[in-house]
């Protein structure tokens, strides 16, 4: 609905994109080059997901996640992702670049290995948990994966495929049973419940650059085999500048005016569990309108 009095739209579609990625708006834009084309990207927005990670702890003890009767504060989300983040590259010898795949349902536990994993640049592989073993296993294969963090749920599917799956190795969340060679996240970074009592450490620090790889998302394989897709640090990122996006083009079209023009990059307003790059990274120079999901290699 537009403002009272107002004739709908305000503006036009491409009058709102000029307005708004204009130099000084709330979401100017700028060309660069990314892998190799030149394309347009957001000029305040963030350049790493690990920045994103340690804004995120700006909200201290407000809540994060919320599973059952269970609830993880931003704070406590941060402690735990960053006591990941050292063991992944102290202990288990990931590095930039590495594959570390999750599988498991939507436990707070996910949150903390993929954002732990970014943070040091690996390269997460989330899993659809509804997937068969033999297809999980094959994805573990195909992404090459060094490290694999699943659920007790998915760990028994994956049991049959143990010793041909890939050389990945596991971390098995919430088991209820031992299973040798498998050990438990709990015993390295303790249970949800006292994620606020670790240490306040952040994350070792990597050189992380926007294009960088970060997640391989595999496809439903609806007409074939399931194939991973590749997103940037740049492509997740510019999924969160695109929600604030769509909410300020929206209200010019109604006639309620620019947002609010900022003197710095927006505030940390949103870390989302799932780190998502179904957006693009960039608008390139041809169009006029919100592309859709596009991974450079």
Same mark, same amino acid.
């Given at each position: 609905?537009? $403002? ?15 307005? /708004? ?9 700028? $060309? ?19 920045? !994103?990670?340690? %804004? ?8 994060? =996640? ?8 931003? %704070? ?12 992944? #590259? ?40 509804? %997937?068969?073993?033999?297809? /999980? ?8 994966? #060094? !490290? ?12 049959? $495929? ?8 596991? /971390?098995?969340?919430?088991?209820? %049973? ?58 997740? =990122? ?13 209200? =010019?079209?109604?006639?309620?005016? !620019? ?30 309108? /919100? ?7």
């Amino acid at each position: 609905m537009s $403002e009272i009095g107002q004739p709908w739209p305000a503006l036009s579609i491409a009058e709102t994109y000029s307005v /708004l990625t204009a130099p000084g708006a709330p979401f100017e834009m700028r $060309e660069v080059e990314a892998h190799g084309r030149r394309v347009r990207a957001y000029v305040n927005a963030r350049t790493t997901l690990r920045q !994103l990670l340690d %804004e995120s702890r700006r909200f201290g003890e407000r809540d994060f =996640l919320v599973f059952e009767g269970e609830r993880v504060t931003f %704070e406590a989300h941060w402690r735990a992702a960053s006591a990941f983040a050292r063991i992944l #590259k102290e202990r288990l010898g990931v590095a930039k670049g590495d594959r570390v795949a999750i599988a498991m349902r939507n436990y707070p536990e996910w949150s903390v290995c993929a954002w732990g994993a970014l943070a040091i640049g690996a390269v997460i592989v989330p899993l659809n948990a509804l %997937e068969p073993g033999p297809a /999980l296993a094959r994805m573990l294969r195909d992404s090459g994966a #060094k !490290l694999a963090v699943v659920d007790a749920e998915r760990l028994d599917r994956l049991a049959p $495929e143990l010793d041909r799956r890939s050389d990945a190795a596991l /971390l098995v969340v919430r088991p209820t %049973e031992a299973t040798p060679g498998v050990q438990a996240l709990a015993s390295l970074i303790g249970l949800p419940s006292a994620y606020e009592s670790l240490p306040a450490r952040a994350a070792p620090d990597v050189e992380l650059a926007p294009d960088d790889l970060a997640t391989i998302f595999y496809t439903s394989g609806t007409t074939g085999q399931s194939k991973g897709a590749f997103g940037t640090h740049r492509n997740v =990122l510019t999924n969160l500048v695109n929600t604030g996006f769509r909410a300020a083009r929206a209200a =010019l079209r109604r006639g309620a005016g !620019l947002p609010p023009r900022r003197t710095s990059r927006p505030p940390a307003n949103s870390c989302s569990p799932c780190p998502s790059s179904t957006s693009p990274a960039s608008i390139p120079r041809s169009r006029q309108r /919100l592309p859709t999901a596009r991974a450079s290699s």
